[in-house]
């Protein structure tokens, strides 16, 4: 016998020695009880996904409260958002920069400088010269507000894989994430900057007088923004290609701005297609901003070189095809664009989750 013989002969009895000891049996029951326990929680966690796609909680003992894991990706929003300040920045600079731009085209040229008489010679001046400058500041700076609100095409994407990782890992909910993402992304990127650009030119163009009427004017440019960066927002949420979402929303945004009655007379449109400004939340926008802005006043200057004359606000608005008493239908419309985008945009969240599962 050789001894690679005497070698294989060695190998066998140790591998029989082996398969008949005490140390094989322990390993076996080990291997399966384990093989046994893993069955259990992937069981368990697609229940709990399924549970909690169709609306409930899962039952994870390990994962921390609702209220805790909101908290904890709050503070991490937060974190990120200063960590690199550079949308932050962006957002209220540019904010305050259009606010001046608008204040310096339209300077002392608003309605307050009609109510006080300071227009230059207000009796020769030419009607529809100052209805065009009231007319195309609020236009102007709904048009800014409604494409800054394609920034929301980004919420989702730069934590897409994060994101996915930490969820598969039952980290937190995706409830929990969407609405701490949400708060941050409202707050600080789609309430704030409105302020700044609307008390900017609020002031410089000297709007119309009164707290109620700033108030409103913000309220309604802080709404306009809400509803483009969440349509902006669901449009992403859908669509996984960046150029692709990039390019459907600036269409969308496009779409709303020439639905609005300033560039086309819902009276004066086929009956079929005239209900197409229902579904412009531009249009929502400016209505309400031209009822806060002229509603109820009386206009004096020259129409096409007769002078002396005074025209009613209220027919002028009437004429554009805006109704004087939709002021809070419009607000309470965008507020459901808001509110309903972004329900939509959640269901799709949980909807690709479960896809993926």
Sequence with gaps: MTSGEEHLFTVDQLHHAYMISNIYGETVNEVDGILNASKEPKQTEMLDLKKENEGGTRSSPGRASWLSQLLILSHRSLSNLFRDPT??????????????????????S??????????NNPSSS?????????????????AFLAFGGLTSLEVFYGEKFIYMREYANRFYGSTSYFISKLLFDTVILRVIPPVILG?????MMNMRHGVFH??????????????????????????????????????????????????????????????????????????????NELEGLYIE???FGAAGLAVSSDDLIKE?????????VDVLVLI??????????????KFKIKLKN
């Design 301 to 303: 200057g020259s129409v």
């Design 336 to 349: 459901a664009i808001f509110l309903v985008a972004q329900g939509i945009t959640l269901a799709l969240l």
């Design 320 to 328: 554009f095809g805006f109704e004087l008493d939709m002021f809070w």
């Design 87 to 108: 949308l932050i920045i962006g957002h209220w600079t540019v904010g305050a920069f259009v606010g001046l731009l608008l204040g310096l085209i339209y300077f002392d």
């Design 110 to 119: 608003g309605v307050g400088s009609i109510e006080n008489g300071d227009v």
């Design 214 to 291: 700033f108030l409103s004017f913000i309220l309604t440019l802080i709404l306009c923004n809400l509803a483009a960066s969440s349509i902006c927002l669901l449009i992403g949420m859908a669509i996984s290609n960046r150029s692709v979402a990039l390019l459907v929303s600036s269409l969308v945004m496009l779409w709303s701005l020439a639905l609005t009655n300033i560039f086309n007379n819902s009276k004066l449109m086929p009956a079929w297609v005239a209900w197409l400004h229902y579904v412009s939340f531009f249009n929502y926008a400016f209505e309400a901003l031209v009822i």
């Design 199 to 203: 008390t900017i030119l609020y002031f």
């Design 126 to 142: 030419s009607i529809v010269a100052t209805l065009q400058q009231q007319l195309g500041a609020l236009l102007l700076v709904l």
